[in-house]
């Protein structure tokens, strides 16, 4: 049943009855009925036969007006392709009839327009083509119509290695202008080392002289010179366009249609036969470009067996790479590169540069015609599609762990035209894999389109920026921090010379990051009236940023801005305060041990602005009123409203409620502590927990409750002097309060 | 004169409370149905009127009947150049105090722009000249017009001024649209 729908008409025109025969046996033997199927079909397909016939033996200069044979067999034969594609044979026969322009060219072009195969193109078939072309009796149109046609098709010529063999005649078009521009594309994808020949990179460079800098011409050259480097003096633009077209729209509909049915035709086949799961729609991949085709070697044929080289496929195990680590064959389709952990490994490893180029033009096209400009049809199938292979290729860079230059480009240009919901989960992955970008355009490309989309989104799509960004922010300094390591980049070195430019570079990039994350967190929590989950997301990312000196080496000191941290501070979650400690003990361990580096290298200073400690110095002033000195809404403690408002709100004692105890996060703790310190007293009065020993036991209490963040915080930071001090003695007297040890600007 | 009296105000009505207006103007009228819908489903707690407009100027002799509206969403499908000039001209019938933070244009079918990409650069250029958010919706899948529903209802809720220490002029402040400098263009547009 497979075999018969995936090829109706199986066997060409004329000896079709062996070939069919025996494949009918072949399937008779699986089950009557799929036999009688079988039978039903080739009794539709005895028309088509006879019209195949017609068009393999029709002579040149038949009559075309009023030949009504002629256009009820170009019917018959456009009605099967457009249905059920076309077989090999069959493809050949038609092909065959276009090129040789026994009619005329209007018959020509309208039988390619509709020259779809079922399964595979015959290359020999494709080479025949050529050899008409090479006549020059075709017009220029159908020139051109061929040329898109075999590029459209190319997935599915069944092997490519005679294609090959005539790569002369074939670049021997390419003084064509018009055709210049399909003749380079099928030449990139044919090309192979030994094909780059001086004479071939003098004709392009001197066609480039005439046509001026031609993206195909340049893709091409930029091919070449990765194959030849000391052919191609070349220097190339280091962002190159996407060089090629899309070519196939004159076929794209009836293929996918095409493809469509094949695979719910053969979903229904796996129900009748079930166990056959080991490739269920490895066959069909071939129709559509988002979808990762196999492993296939470039070299077929018997060919192959006369080069040294070995197929990716061929290898089982990680072993069989290593040895064979010299002599890989990349395989003809790049693509299928991504779904070989194998094949993985190896372009890890090898560095290839032809490889990489080769898969980031097969990427960036795959991404950018099929999936952005691709078919919007909404059905859940390609929605499913789409997701499946974006996710692949979050698992292939997850991988390689890096981010490739065409879904780089491609995450550009679709973040200008996202929803916020299409495919949330990947999108966002794959954002925050992208490299470094220069903070010249960072504003452009990604900030802006992000900001549009953050704010006009829920709080849920909110956390899930914020998450991504803080991702991308850690990927930074880690590629950071591993390349300070290989290239003996440190900020002590004395040759600044060339390294601060490029440090300098990443400093501002992961700045202007940073800045732009407080802009979103102090703004989106503003919207979101604090919202929790937001609020820990925030704080996540601040997590990296305090601790970006000490733990990736990077010099650059941010603080987090108020907006985020006064709504932590007056969260009414403890999680958020315990974060916060630990942030600003981060922030701290990270000031000190600076300020230390500064002081033993007094003539290279690591400049870090006054003004961070001082923010710095702020923010510690405030934590400690808050929580320990209950002293909240007092001077110099960040948050300062006039004594007549807060009179106004009529709660008694302002100035504690946001202590350790009667903050609203530890409300319940100190509710609980007091229980067990007082059992039998039924009145509760908290500022009983503030008095003597109780104090430090709640203090202990607390840290026992896991707040190991707070207890980073308070062991650094308050002075354990004055602090056994203050509370030696009721802490509602004001004046002894336990001061912060704040750290100072190194002048100061 | 003539054309003063047909201009829609956002001020010219007292707001009620608990309650949010949003005005949905599409040619084509096949998307605003639906996001009207999944808007006055998703909110339980204010009162959402959703009004429906294919263009603007709103016939007067209802404008005595018609509530302040919060906000004015454009909804343009860029498969049809008639919805993209349809908005440009309904645009000119809004009092500039819409302008303010009440106006935001939705895009549809920019995803399969294969033909005309100049109608999405003519959108962009009205909204960011405008200083109005650009949207986008993908308006194949239910997922998708939910989405956007969602998201237009996020933004109507700031209009109306139900969300505390935030404005619609506040919001969109951070949200209108930029018009993308020349680099994004070289960099990663596709030749054509």
Request: proline letters at 5%; charged letters at 20%; a neutral charge.
């Amino acid at each position: 049943m497979t075999e018969a729908s995936i090829l109706p008409g199986l066997a060409g025109a004329a000896d079709c009855s062996n070939e069919n025969d025996s494949s009918c046996s072949d399937i008779s033997n699986k089950s009557l009925r799929i036999a009688e199927n079988a039978k039903k079909k080739r009794q539709a397909e005895a028309p088509l036969l006879l019209a195949l016939k017609y068009f393999s033996q029709v002579k040149t200069g038949t009559p075309r007006n009023g030949n009504d044979e002629l256009y009820g067999y170009l019917e018959q034969v456009e009605r099967e392709a457009l249905a059920q594609g076309l077989a090999p044979e069959a493809v050949s026969i038609m092909l065959e009839f276009a090129m040789s322009l026994r009619m005329t060219s209007a018959i020509s072009s309208r039988v390619l327009r509709f020259l779809i195969p079922a399964s595979v193109v015959p290359q020999e078939a494709v080479v025949r083509g050529f050899s008409w072309l090479c006549m020059q009796k075709l017009s220029q149109p159908t020139q051109v119509l061929f040329l898109r046609w075999v590029l459209s098709m190319f997935d599915m010529i069944d092997s490519k290695d005679n294609l090959r063999a005539i790569y002369g005649f074939i670049f021997s078009f390419v003084i064509d202008e018009t055709m210049c521009p399909f003749i380079c594309h099928l030449l990139y994808l044919l090309t192979l080392k030994e094909h780059v020949k001086p004479f071939r990179v003098r004709k392009l460079l001197d066609i480039q002289g005439r046509m001026g800098k031609q993206p195909f011409l340049m893709q091409l050259l930029a091919l070449y010179k990765v194959f030849c480097p000391e052919m191609v003096t070349l220097t190339m633009p280091s962002k190159m366009k996407a060089g090629f077209k899309n070519h196939n729209s004159t076929w794209k509909v009836a293929l996918a249609a095409l493809r469509k049915r094949n695979i719910s035709k053969e979903t229904h086949s796996m129900e009748l036969t079930l166990g056959v799961r080991q490739h269920p729609h490895r066959r069909k991949r071939k129709f559509h470009h988002l979808l990762v085709p196999a492993l296939t070697p470039m070299m077929e044929s018997s060919r192959s067996n006369s080069r040294k080289g070995v197929c990716l496929q061929q290898l089982s195990s990680f072993a069989e790479l290593l040895d064979n680590l010299n002599s890989i064959e990349l395989p003809a389709q790049m693509g299928s590169l991504l779904s070989s952990a194998l094949a993985l490994h190896y372009l890890d490893c090898v560095q290839d540069e032809s490889a990489f180029l080769r898969l980031n033009f097969w990427l960036g096209h795959a991404l950018h015609e099929e999936f952005l400009f691709g078919p919007v049809d909404g059905s859940s199938e390609s929605m499913g599609e789409a997701a499946h292979f974006l996710s692949m290729l979050v698992s292939t860079q997850h991988f390689l762990q890096e981010g490739f230059s065409s879904t780089e480009g491609f995450l550009y240009k679709f973040l200008t035209m996202w929803d916020g919901f299409l495919h949330r989960p990947q999108i966002l992955e794959l954002l925050s894999d992208i490299p470094l970008v220069p903070s010249s355009y960072i504003k452009d490309v990604l900030f802006e389109p992000l900001m549009q989309l953050y704010f006009t989104s829920s709080v849920f799509f909110k956390c899930s920026v914020i998450e991504c960004l803080t991702s991308m922010l850690r990927k930074w300094l880690t590629w950071h921090s591993v390349c300070a390591q290989e290239e003996g980049l440190d900020i002590s070195l004395n040759n600044r010379s060339t390294m601060s430019l490029s440090l300098s570079g990443f400093l501002d990039s992961v700045l202007k990051l940073v800045q732009f994350v407080g802009r979103l967190t102090s703004v989106g929590l503003q919207l979101e009236r604090g919202h929790t989950l937001l609020l820990h997301h925030a704080l996540g990312f601040y997590e990296t940023v305090s601790d970006m000196f000490l733990k990736y080496s990077l010099p650059l000191f941010v603080m987090l801005p108020p907006g985020v941290f006064f709504p932590a501070l007056l969260a009414t979650d403890p999680v958020s305060i315990d974060r916060l400690g630990y942030i600003m003990f981060r922030y701290r361990q990270n000031l000190t041990s600076a300020k230390e580096q500064q002081k033993k290298q007094r003539e290279l200073s690591l400049h870090i602005n006054r003004s961070v400690y001082k923010e710095f110095n702020t923010y510690l002033v405030a934590m400690v009123a808050h929580l320990w000195n209950s002293k909240s809404f007092s001077p110099r403690t960040g948050i300062e409203v006039s004594e007549a408002l807060l009179e106004r709100t009529k709660v008694a004692d302002y100035s504690k409620s946001f202590d350790l105890i009667h903050h609203p996060a530890f409300l319940n703790y100190a509710i609980d502590f007091h229980q067990q310190c007082w059992p039998e007293r039924t009145d509760v009065d908290l500022n009983s927990i503030k008095v003597g020993k109780y104090w430090e036991w709640y203090v202990e209490f607390l840290f026992t409750q896991g707040f190991d963040g707070l207890r980073d915080f308070i062991k650094v930071n308050i002075n354990q002097a004055s602090a056994r001090q203050s509370i030696g003695q009721p802490l509602s007297q004001p004046t002894q309060p336990s001061q912060p040890t704040a750290v100072s600007s190194p002048s100061s | 004169m003539k054309l003063r009296t047909k201009m829609l105000k956002p001020f010219r009505k007292v707001p009620v409370l608990n309650a949010a207006n949003v005005l949905l103007v599409e040619n084509e009228e096949h998307l605003h149905s639906r996001l009207a819908d999944i808007i006055v489903q998703n909110e339980k707690d204010v009162n959402i009127t959703v009004r429906l407009a294919r263009k603007l100027p709103l016939p007067v002799e209802n404008q005595d009947s018609r509530p302040r509206i919060d906000l004015v969403v454009f909804i343009v499908n860029l498969m049809s150049e008639r919805s993209v000039q349809s908005a440009e001209q309904s645009v000119r019938y809004l009092d500039s105090g819409f302008f303010l933070g009440k106006v935001c244009f939705l895009v549809t079918g920019a995803r399969c722009l294969s033909v005309s990409s100049t109608r999405l650069l003519t959108v962009r250029k009205m909204a960011s000249s405008l200083h109005c958010p650009l949207l986008f919706a993908e308006d194949q899948t239910s997922e998708g017009v939910i989405a956007a529903a969602v998201r237009l209802l996020g933004i109507l809720k700031v209009a109306a001024g139900l969300v505390p220490f935030a404005t619609g002029l506040s919001l969109n402040s951070v949200t209108h649209c930029i018009l993308p400098s020349d680099l994004e263009q070289n960099l990663d547009s596709p030749t054509c």
